[in-house]
Nanobody, 123 residues
């Protein structure tokens, strides 16, 4: 199983980015997909997640209202749309897959992780 996150970059505060996560090799069963981020010197934190059907999403309070997670299972791709970006959103963003396919909660075990994509928001 491989996860490939992309779409990061340098943007100014107030702008937007859309990250993508392509999942390959996870064909045996459905999965939930979570997005996490880790800023320099800080612990990794949950950003949000989406259930297999896409009908349920969970967002962290720190980003709620500014992000939307969606997925296209036909393309094995999950998206993280981030709007009104702030300097404190600067971090490496990771996607991860969980076999708890209906429960994209941070407390669930995420078995597979992507390599991360860097988002830098300048003020």
């Amino acid at each position: 199983v491989q996860l490939q996150a992309s779409g990061g970059g340098l943007v100014q505060a107030g702008e937007f980015l859309r990250l993508s996560c392509v999942v390959s090799g996870y064909t045996a069963s459905p999965y939930a997909l979570g997005w996490f981020r880790q800023a320099t010197g800080q612990e990794r934190e949950f950003v949000g997640g989406i259930a297999w059907t896409g009908g349920f999403t969970k967002y962290a309070d720190s980003v709620k209202g500014r992000i939307t997670i969606s997925r296209d299972n036909a393309k094995n791709t999950v998206y993280l749309q981030m709007n009104s970006l702030k300097p404190e959103d600067t971090a490496v963003y990771y996607c991860a897959a969980s076999g708890y396919y209906n429960d994209p909660y941070p407390s669930r075990k995420y078995d597979y992780w992507g390599q991360g994509t860097l988002v830098t928001v300048s003020s």
